[in-house]
């Protein structure tokens, strides 16, 4: 290591590219690693975010910049949550990294055009090993010569895309290197068969004693390469011997490691091995999520993804007091009692109980709760077989994550008419993530399918209501219901059963009828509230509930005395609610003037607020009004003979 005078301004600072990074002397990184931990808290304990995740790469991200040369050679890191050191290191600090998950500032993931840095986007699980492998190969195509790093966490080893990845890389390259993250944690305390193999590895204390003991010896030699080699094979092949096989290996991997991944040194060893290496190497990096920040360290699942803090004490900033509960919550309590009630009941989650709701269940009925991994195909197809066996599954994921099971929601569930629930929490925007987490496609991949109920709450209390009905029904539902609070209404004692297809008229109108769809209800009762005050217009107001099956008797029954009928929803236009409603009328040959109010066809990307990207898009509620009074205003016009 090179010496040097102490460094005594912020080190950070000075870092505006990774070449900035590789001129500091070695001896500055542990200042610099400080510095990073803190700015990372400092920010997201304003701004919430993935404080955990990357508090635990800080490290490996510096070792990773040290040895490569992004952008030539290219980081693959899977889901991006971890990205934000990468991000540090890549010119994209100060007001721009200041501004993290907020409109204008950085997103909380990594995309190709935030950054030549970022080789890859991604926002779900367990696609890096694939998209790496498909670059590595790439590169072998064109004869290029640059390196390709996939940065895998351990809970990415419980998707089925993973494990297809590493199925296939043996037979189409000879040089990729990918780094197991392993932190024991995916959102909660990882599951599953693979994450207790890793475990194995990492603990067998035996191994790894004499692991080191033998690293001392041929490091008392002064061979270099040769020697490191000699070593590398005799642990390859001593390994299988204590903690049964190499899982790696047997996939042609060369696995290096365990290495302690805050240990700069040794990250750097391996990678500059890896990096000479003439088949694909995976390196095992142990880490500590959550490290740097005492309260991350005790609680990792909620320092994972964790909303504004007190950078001291790690204590959650509180909500305003008196906001209602969330739909998440009110979900996972409803579910505890339907669970109590009824043994044929039970909930799985594809690695997300906190953020679904479902570790009520998991707490108090854990008898009847399943956390299956980061495996949304896995998660629907499990139910499936449950369902034929007399069990009433309820599945919950986030609605962008569903769309990952969009064929067992077909073939295995929906063909064969199975009684299970679907529950789509974050249907709609999630605003401070952006376009990988926004759940704006649901309605269009769903109410295609035969045999799907596809439903949305107005309310939290509606939403019982659903979850109650569903499992009433003898066949597949699909719920959606947005992020965050409800809007504060009273639960009832017990739940209604939902009469299916029919919607609920809220509010009788004769000009203008607004045909509103959950979340959208209260935005439609004040839209109608203000057109009646200030225009003088009748509006009325429909509360869905079911996209399919549509009410359509009711909604003919107005097409056909209403001049303007309005459609409003929290999904894109293209196939949404509103394309249903067009569909019925034209199937009627009902020629109704239809306005329809939703997200357009873009990618739409992350901000800091519903309403900053509302208004972004000309929903906020004075467009909708002026839109919809634009509307009217014409059809009035239009239908007043020319001359009078
Ligand atoms: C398809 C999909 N399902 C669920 C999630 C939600 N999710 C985000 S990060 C994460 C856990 C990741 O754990 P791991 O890969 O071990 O990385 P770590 O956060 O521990 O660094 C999960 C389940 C997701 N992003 N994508």
């Known amino acids: 290591m090179n010496e040097s005078s102490p460094p005594s301004s912020r080190l950070l600072d000075a870092i505006r590219s990774p070449a900035d990074l590789k001129a500091l002397p070695a001896d500055h990184l542990p200042q610099l690693a400080q510095e990073i931990r803190q700015e990372i808290i400092t920010v997201t304990a304003r701004n919430g975010g993935h404080v955990g995740p990357n508090l635990g790469v800080v490290e490996l991200t510096l070792a990773l910049h040290r040895v490569f040369n992004s952008p030539e050679d290219q980081f693959v890191f899977d889901v991006a949550h971890q990205g934000y050191v990468h991000k540090l290191l890549t010119g994209r600090g100060g007001s721009f990294f200041h501004r993290l998950r907020q409109s204008e500032g950085a997103s909380g993931f990594l995309y190709r055009k935030e950054s030549p840095h970022d080789a890859f986007g991604a926002g779900h699980a367990g696609t890096a090993l694939s998209a790496a492998l498909g670059m590595a190969t790439a590169r072998d195509l064109r004869g290029s010569d640059e390196h390709v790093v996939a940065v895998c966490g ?15 890389i043996v037979s189409s390259t000879k040089r990729l290197i990918v780094i197991l993250n392993d932190n024991e944690w995916s959102i909660a305390k ?27 010896f041929f490091k008392s030699f002064p061979a270099g390469a040769e020697m490191n080699r000699v070593y590398l094979k005799w642990k390859r092949e001593t390994k299988d011997f204590f903690v049964e096989s190499s899982l790696f290996e047997k996939f042609g991997l060369r696995y290096l490691g365990p290495v302690d991944g805050h240990n700069l040194d040794a ?13 694909p190497v995976l390196i095992h990096v142990l880490t500590k999520k959550g490290k740097g920040l005492p309260a991350a360290v005790t609680s990792p699942e909620k320092f994972h993804g964790a909303s504004p803090f007190d950078p001291e004490t790690g204590e959650s900033k509180q909500s305003a007091p008196g906001t209602p509960p969330n739909y998440q919550d009110v979900f996972g309590r409803a579910l505890v009692r339907f669970a109590q009630a009824d043994r044929r009941i039970v909930g799985i989650t594809g690695a997300m ?3 679904t709701g ?3 269940l998991a707490k108090e009925v854990p008898g009847q709760f399943f956390d299956v991994g980061i495996a949304e195909e896995h998660a629907a197809i499990f139910a499936a077989g449950l369902a034929t066996k007399g069990i ?24 064969q008419n199975l009684p299970v629930t679907f ?7 999630s605003p401070n993530d952006g376009p990988t987490h926004h759940g704006l496609f649901d309605l269009a991949y769903l109410r295609c399918v035969p045999h799907a109920v596809v439903m949305q709450p107005k309310d939290e209390d509606e939403l019982v209501d659903m979850l109650h009905t569903s499992l009433q029904h003898n066949g597949p539902a699909f719920v959606r219901y947005p992020r965050g609070a409800g809007v504060g209404v009273p639960l009832k004692a017990q739940p209604a059963t939902l009469p299916l297809g029919h919607a609920e008229v ?10 509103a769809l959950g979340n959208m209800v209260q935005d439609a009762l004040r839209l109608a509230a203000r057109l009646a005050a200030e225009e003088n217009i009748s509006v009325g107001v429909v509360n869905a509930r079911f996209v399919k099956p549509l009410d359509r008797a009711l909604l003919l029954s107005h097409a056909a005395c209403i001049p303007l009928i309005v459609t409003m929803e929290d999904h894109v236009l293209a196939g949404g609610f509103g394309s249903a409603v067009l569909e019925a009328l034209q199937e009627s040959d009902c020629p109704a003037a239809v306005e329809r109010i939703g997200w357009p066809d873009r990618f739409v990307e992350h901000g800091s607020s519903t309403e900053v990207l509302r208004a972004a898009y000309g929903l906020a509620p004075d467009d909708i009004h002026r839109r919809v009074l634009a509307r009217w205003r014409n059809l009035r016009a239009e239908s007043v003979p020319a001359g009078t």
């Not at 009433?392 to 063909?415: E, K």
């Open 267 to 279: 990250l750097v060893k391996n990678l500059e091995f890896a990096k000479h290496c003439d088949v």
């Open 506 to 515: 809220l509010r009788e109108g004769s000009n203008i009828m607004i045909w």
């Open 423 to 429: 529950c789509m929490d974050r249907a709609g925007l």
């Open 353 to 355: 109980p906190s953020g």
């Open 358 to 360: 479902l570790s009520h």
């Open 154 to 168: 351990d809970a990415a080893f419980t998707c089925g895309i993973t494990l297809e990845a590493l199925n296939n």
């Open 392 to 415: 009433r599954p309820v599945v919950a994921i986030y609605s962008t994550f569903l769309q990952r099971a969009y064929d067992p929601i077909i073939h295995d569930v929906c063909l």
């Open 190 to 216: 990882n599951v599953g068969a693979i994450s207790s193999y890793l475990n194995r590895i990492s603990t067998s204390k035996t191994y790894n004693k004499l692991h080191h003991d033998v690293e001392a």
